[in-house]
């Protein structure tokens, strides 16, 4: 039988054709990019700061770091339980114009505190372990600056707790290891008592807990939404009561350290609208027992699952959505576009020491407005397992960064199956990729660290090198967060939608928007102000609403 040579022609044009459509799939993936072979620390804990520094830290237990502390410096802490002098940093601050870092010191134990930045920009840093669980500790944005701590400025010990920042610029610290309750910072006459939380109390897993670092977010209506476990309360702080409880996550798997899932309020949209949707997604964590398996040597494959559930709603439900891969101690971004980066972990196990197995090297983006079975796109993967105490935030030109990992004890560097990561990367997503350059806009006005007021109408002006799609702009501002232990803290994105776009010069435009009405969309403070355009964002702007 001969074969007719068109026939050849078709197959081998069908083959091509297939061949160049998968490596275009795999190559629209995004860019992993090694900023730091070694940074001396491991980056458990990671906070951008309105300077363009992130602050990161691990433990002072920990052994010696491979950072030294400058001229000669050396923390003197009786009450450390392995050094009582340590002449190295369990603190650095990353340069990110710079890509460049410098030690800093820590009095006292950090280890899974928990921190929000004040309105002025100062990182207020609280708790952690032995002597430093009642600690507040405060890292000013200025030049040079180092850690200053303050004694008994809690009222309660908090290790594993969560912080968010409230309306009125006051933090309130929900939680912790054995603390059923909450209290607030700055302390006054009125606000100095630790409060009771009964569903803390009634979320906790005997011997496991599964309730520490609970998800907490500020809903639109100035309550809090708290998610612990498996399940999830609309909370008055102010009068201390329920105003809602929600429904059990499909399944009833904990979400909750150690079990160890992600959240994320999903971007604020229609903020001029008389009621605002307010959205929170769920995603990864352990089964139920997972952690007493691993204990004993048995290490569970963890959930696939995410939780999408409209908290605004007079009766919300539950809807559920499935990953590509299964995913625990996973990290969720918000990303300026936004759209979710889910990052970081493992597939099988928990968190905990030497407890996760399979890293999860591939991040994925979730397109919340997209249709259910169709939000998820898998991402090129990285060749570095970030594990327990890994950590990633946003950085202001759309680069993620990424650091930490250490599942052991002490630092551990040989003969682990993850040894102890000092090194820090970038995940830079596909909008920042050189195809998009035409697309891109670059913000002229106003500058950066610009002060805005509350529905204010703001004409930002920005040029673009293409040709622009007038409904295809918007604005964004993001709040970056503390992010420890698979939690992003007071991370918010809201979308300032486009009043009008219009062309002032050659290739330079002008939108107006509405700043957001108020305190509970937008706690006062400084937010990280992007264009998007055709879903490719800025570089962004700081900006500090008042």
């Not at 998968?22 to 900023?35: D, E, N, Q, V, Y």
């Not at 409230?166 to 912790?176: A, K, N």
């Not at 403070?525 to 700081?542: A, K, T």
Request: aromatic share 10%.
């Amino acid at each position: 039988m001969t074969t007719h040579p068109n026939l050849i022609l078709a197959f081998l044009f069908f083959f091509l054709f297939h061949f160049l459509l998968i490596s275009l799939t795999h190559a629209a993936g995004g860019k992993w990019l090694l900023l730091q072979q070694n940074i001396g620390i491991s980056a458990m804990h990671m906070q951008l700061l309105h300077n363009d520094r992130v602050v990161l830290f691990d433990r002072t237990d920990f052994g010696k770091s491979n950072l030294s502390l400058p001229e000669g410096q050396c923390r003197n802490d009786p009450n450390d339980t392995v050094l009582k002098v340590d002449c190295t940093a369990h603190s650095a601050e990353y340069d990110v114009p710079t890509n460049s870092f410098r030690p800093l010191m820590v009095q006292t134990d950090v280890w899974c505190s928990s921190g929000s930045v004040a309105q002025d920009g100062s990182l207020i840093q609280t708790g952690g372990f032995n002597d430093g669980e009642r600690r507040v500790r405060i890292f000013q944005s200025c030049t040079g600056c180092d850690w200053k701590e303050y004694d008994n400025g809690l009222a309660a010990r908090r290790w594993y707790a969560t912080n968010h920042i409230l309306p009125d610029g006051r933090q309130i610290i929900i939680g912790g290891r054995r603390q059923f309750n909450y209290e607030f910072y700055p302390k006054s006459e009125s606000s100095s008592n630790v409060h009771s939380l009964p569903f803390l109390v009634q979320t906790n897993d005997p011997k496991v807990e599964n309730n520490l670092y609970p998800f907490v977010f500020l809903n639109v209506d100035g309550n809090l939404f708290i998610f612990a476990n498996n399940r999830a309360i609309l909370f008055d702080y102010v009068k201390n009561v329920v105003v809602k409880t929600y429904p059990q996550i499909p399944g009833g798997e904990p979400r909750s350290y150690p079990s160890t899932g992600s959240a994320v309020l999903l971007p604020l949209k229609n903020l001029q609208a008389q009621f605002v949707e307010a959205e929170v997604l769920v995603c990864g964590g352990a089964p139920k027992g997972s952690y007493a398996k691993a204990v004993n040597g048995n290490f569970v494959e963890a959930l696939k699952t995410c939780g999408r559930i409209k908290i605004t709603d007079p009766n919300p439900q539950w809807v559920v959505e499935t990953m590509p891969q299964a995913r625990v101690m996973g990290d969720m971004t918000l990303l300026p576009d936004g759209t979710v980066l889910i990052i970081n972990g493992a597939a099988v196990g928990t968190a905990g020491w030497e407890f996760g197995r399979n890293p999860v090297l591939n991040p994925v983006i979730y397109q919340p407005d997209k249709a259910v079975g169709s939000r998820f796109e898998q991402q090129n993967p990285t060749t570095i397992p970030r594990m327990y105490h890994s950590a990633a935030v946003l950085l202001r030109d759309g680069r993620v960064l990424v650091g930490g990992s250490n599942p052991h004890i002490y630092y551990e560097f040989t003969n682990v199956l993850f040894p102890t990561e000092l090194r820090l990367e970038s995940f830079n997503p596909d909008y920042l990729d050189a195809m998009y350059v035409n697309l891109r806009p670059k913000i002229i006005a106003p500058q950066s660290q610009a002060k805005i007021n509350y529905r204010q109408k703001l004409a930002v002006r920005f040029s673009v090198a293409g040709t622009v799609g007038p409904n295809l702009v918007s604005v964004t501002m993001v709040a970056p967060s503390f992010t420890t232990h698979s939690l992003s803290m007071n991370q918010r994105l809201l979308v300032l939608a486009a009043e009008s776009v219009t062309n002032v010069a050659k290739s330079t435009y002008q939108v107006q928007v509405t700043t957001p009405g108020s305190g509970n969309l937008a706690p006062s403070g400084y937010y990280i102000l992007y264009v998007v355009h055709q879903q490719i964002p800025s570089e962004g702007i700081w900006v500090q609403i008042l």
